[in-house]
């Protein structure tokens, strides 16, 4: 699904109004762009502001305010929203998707808690992803930006003063997260007696510097502000003199707090204004992006933000929406009541992107291809729950047939050893006889999408569903839909599966079906870990654990829970916690062992080598593949294999046997075109292309690449951009 377009709130001051345009970014190069003007009275909105504050400061010791203030909140965040935007800048912006919002503003604005404005159902902060970019005048020298590079640098500076605790633990919380998440990124961390001199002399050479520790300010000689060290402060006119000859880190993040202590954790009226003096001598000097808090916070709050803020950053998402998702973060745990979420500000550009979203987890998308792979081997797991409920279908919905019984029996052991030719004729003679035997229909459609004949594999599912819905059985017709959905999401329609699941859970719901709810849950999360949005993933997962443990001495409802647990391990697995999906990969495991089922192990061992391979483990990868590739050739399951080789192409890349990897990529690509399915194709095709211009062979690279770019045209926009970026450098 294609992200929304970033959106831009132009706002400069003229006299006693203000004049803006809201428009979408692309936009940018339009000749004519319209503007808006409202009139502002300066007292009353300086008024507004010194309230703002002064209700900020009324939080009590652990930073939270009365339901009474959280109200006045919200009431002053209004009349702000109300006196500084104009009547078509808030209907558009109320009807716009939650997007990426760029606030231009001149440099008399920034006094204003424009995060805090409120448009009588949210604050903005929570409703965009909202950055600020600050004009501003005088004569400056444009910036030296830092390029960007395949290998990132963090450079973490934890508790310089050796006098806040909790600091370091926010910067070895932080250093953690980066190790167990990320293998592209080297990460220093420095704590205690951090002098000037250090960091001046090593500020440059990182990518990404996050501060912990004091910050202190003059009131009356901006340039003396800074983050306090073990010598004295970094100040801004250490900051400046830097960016004259060197480029400065991409993003700073200073955690800092005011290290006065006759009034801690109040703000000052202008403590916008202190703010944006550093933030200013970071971007003024090359930074791109600042994030800064705005008061003290408290220990765990801080490093709960920070760390919320960089996982969502590592998984591939801009860095507006990683400070707005840290802000739900924090009010999801403490409440809205608890107003630490006001305290960050963005400045800079809140649709930047530090690593690539759909594929975070390598440097090189040769390297990562495989995560689009273990989602596809993913999609397969689930045709084995038939082994569980078909016998139970086929005595509570069948005609009274004893051979028509026996026969399923037979056919349904048929499908476990993966004899496909014997179930189809199996099942065939049963409905021949019984067009209403709708655990036959079931079979029939299960066999052919292991086979990849889509066709006749919906034929048989809509007739399962056609033939569930005259006998008024809706949970049998909320399984048929969650096939169909199934198949649909297998070959790229990825909208038309999302429908399917959304009449299976409507019906499941219905009729109080708890296994076909939780099932529609599972496979909607994997429609949301496919996007990258691994908290509503992680929601939908965990209600449909809760069900299926609740039951889980029905074998059906367990078998559920295992698929449940394998789908977690992949949701940890592309946020790159590899010790928890090993855990959850396990898990799953167990119970499909403990009800003695194995050829639902096929993705369980693609998953795990997969891992191993992240840890380079490479003999342990290609072993864990070996078992999967086993068991997917006894059941002539045609559709994983097409995803097996690709993997296992992957594989010979890293060990650099690329002879072996062009041949398996090959396969994986012959085999996909004879599925047609595009998805498979597209992928196979990418690898292989990129394995193409590794080698130097450059009109092979430009055909498989371009028919890679033909298929993500139509199925996935971010993955044609990827394809085409990779065409440009040829």
Not at 14 to 36: G, I
Not at 271 to 283: C, D, G, I, P, V
Request: charged fraction near 25%; proline fraction near 3%.
């Amino acid at each position: 699904m294609q992200e929304p377009t970033p959106l831009v709130l132009e706002i400069s001051k003229q006299d006693k109004s203000l004049k803006m345009s809201l428009f979408k970014r692309e936009e940018l190069v339009s000749t004519l762009r319209h503007y808006s003007s409202c009139h502002v009275h300066l007292p009353d909105l300086n008024k507004l502001c010194q309230e703002m504050t002064s209700i900020l400061n009324k939080a009590r010791s652990r930073g939270s305010l009365d339901p009474e203030l959280i109200r006045q909140l919200s009431k002053t965040g209004q009349l702000l929203w109300d006196q500084l935007l104009t009547r078509q800048v808030k209907e558009k912006l109320r009807s716009a998707p939650i997007s990426d919002l760029i606030l231009t503003i001149d440099e008399e604005l920034i006094n204003i808690p424009w995060e805090l404005l409120y448009d009588g159902r949210n604050f903005l902060c929570l409703n965009f992803n909202l950055g600020r970019l600050i004009r501003t005048g005088g004569d400056f020298s444009p910036p030296q930006y830092r390029s960007a590079s395949g290998s990132l640098k963090m450079l973490i500076l934890a508790n310089p003063t050796n006098d806040l605790r909790s600091a370091y633990l926010e910067g070895t919380g932080i250093k953690n997260l980066f190790d167990r998440r990320r293998n592209n990124v080297r990460i220093d961390f420095k704590s205690t007696r951090i002098d000037r001199f250090y960091v001046k002399k090593n500020f440059c050479d990182y990518d990404i510097v996050h501060f912990a520790g004091h910050c202190e300010y003059e009131p009356h000689d901006q340039k003396h502000n800074g983050w306090v060290l073990n010598d004295g402060r970094f100040s801004v006119s250490d900051i400046m003199s830097m960016g004259e000859s060197s480029s400065l880190p991409t993003l700073v993040f200073s955690n800092a707090c005011h290290s006065a202590q006759g009034q801690a954790g109040l703000i000052e009226e202008d403590y916008q204004e202190k703010n944006y003096s550093l933030a200013q001598a970071f971007l003024f000097s090359g930074v791109r992006h600042y994030i800064g808090s705005i008061r003290k916070i408290e220990d765990p709050v801080s490093l709960a933000f920070s760390r919320e803020f960089y996982g969502q950053v590592i998984s591939g998402r801009t860095v507006g929406e990683s400070v707005r998702l840290a802000r739900l973060k924090l009010i999801k745990e403490y409440g809205i009541s608890a107003i630490h979420w006001t305290s960050y500000l963005l400045y800079g550009d809140p649709n930047f992107s530090l690593f690539t979203r759909k594929h975070a987890a390598r440097g090189t998308r040769l390297k990562a291809g495989l995560l689009l792979n273990k989602r596809q081997l993913l999609r397969y797991l689930p045709l084995g729950i038939f082994a569980f409920c078909a016998v139970i279908f086929s005595m509570l919905i069948s005609t009274f047939n004893p051979g028509s019984y026996y026969l399923f029996f037979k056919a349904e052991a048929s499908f476990r050893k993966g004899d496909n030719r014997q179930v189809i004729a199996l099942a065939s003679r049963i409905l021949s006889k019984d067009p209403g035997f709708l655990a036959a229909s079931s079979l029939m459609g299960d066999t052919y999408q292991r086979l990849g004949e889509k066709e006749q594999s919906l034929k048989y599912y809509f007739d399962y569903a056609l033939n569930s819905e005259r006998k008024n059985d809706l949970r049998n017709q909320a399984s048929a839909y969650l096939k169909i959905g199934w198949q649909d999401y297998l070959y790229g329609e990825y909208d038309r599966a999302a429908g399917f699941y959304q009449k299976a859970l409507a019906l499941a719901k219905e009729s109080g079906d708890k296994l076909n709810e939780a099932i529609a849950m599972r496979k909607s999360a994997l429609l949301y870990m496919d996007k990258s949005d691994f908290a509503i993933a992680l929601e939908l997962l965990t209600k449909a654990c809760e069900i299926n443990r609740e039951r889980q001495d029905d074998p059906e409802h367990r078998y559920n829970l295992a698929c449940d647990y394998f789908d977690l391990g992949l949701l940890f697995a592309n946020r790159e916690d590899l010790s928890a999906a090993k855990d959850f990969y396990h898990k799953s495991r167990a119970i499909f062992e403990g009800l003695k089922l194995k050829t639902e192990l096929s993705d369980y061992y693609f998953n795990l080598g997969e891992i191993y391979l992240s840890e380079k483990e490479f003999y342990r990868a290609m072993s864990s593949y070996q078992a999967g590739l086993e068991i997917d050739e006894a059941q002539g399951n045609k559709m994983n294999l097409a995803g097996d080789y690709n993997m296992i192409a992957q594989l010979y890349v890293e060990m650099d046997d690329l002879k072996a990897a062009e041949d398996y990529f090959k396969r994986s690509v012959k085999a996909s075109k004879e599925l047609e399915c595009p998805p498979l194709l597209a992928e196979a095709s990418y690898n292989l292309g990129l394995l193409y211009k590794k080698t130097g062979r450059r009109t092979l690279a430009r055909e498989s690449l371009r028919q890679a770019q033909e298929i993500y045209r139509r199925i996935d926009p971010l993955s044609c951009e990827e394809v085409k970026t990779e065409l440009m450098g040829l």
